[in-house]
């Protein structure tokens, strides 16, 4: 079993940064594939970024202004969130699969944190 637990959402305006941590404990998760979701109020759980050993993905809407990274000593995966907008607004969760993945498709990933909370004001 993996927990996770995410940290560092918050309000911000728009243009600003935050940078959210998933913390995962239960076992070491750095040779799995660990994937950043965000889901906004009435929409479908999207995929924003994954980090595979060094490879790192990102989707459209994240490329450029967001950075996925992961300390292995801590066992933790950092999403630093730049240059925000107002429809980067939703609940940021963080997943772990129990393997390699490609890691864009929420069905890959066999655990998940809470969520926490960005929104961004214009």
């Known amino acids: 079993q993996v927990q996770l637990v995410e940290s560092g959402g918050g309000l911000v305006q728009a243009g600003g940064s935050l940078r959210l941590s998933c913390a995962a404990s239960?076992?070491?998760?750095?040779?799995?594939?660990m994937g950043w979701f965000r889901q906004a109020p009435g929409k479908e759980r999207e995929f924003v970024a994954r980090i595979s050993g060094g490879s790192t993905y990102y989707a459209d809407s994240a490329k450029g202004r967001f950075i996925i990274s992961r300390d292995i000593a801590k066992n933790t995966v950092y999403l630093q969130l730049n240059s925000l907008k107002p429809e980067d607004t939703a609940v940021y969760s963080c997943?772990?699969?129990?393997?390699?993945?490609?890691?864009?498709?929420?069905?890959?990933?066999?655990?998940w944190g809470q969520g926490t909370q960005v929104t961004v004001s214009s």
């Open positions: 239960g076992r070491n998760i750095f040779m799995n594939t």
């Open positions: 997943a772990v699969a129990s393997m390699f993945v490609r890691g864009t498709d929420r069905n890959e990933y066999d655990y």
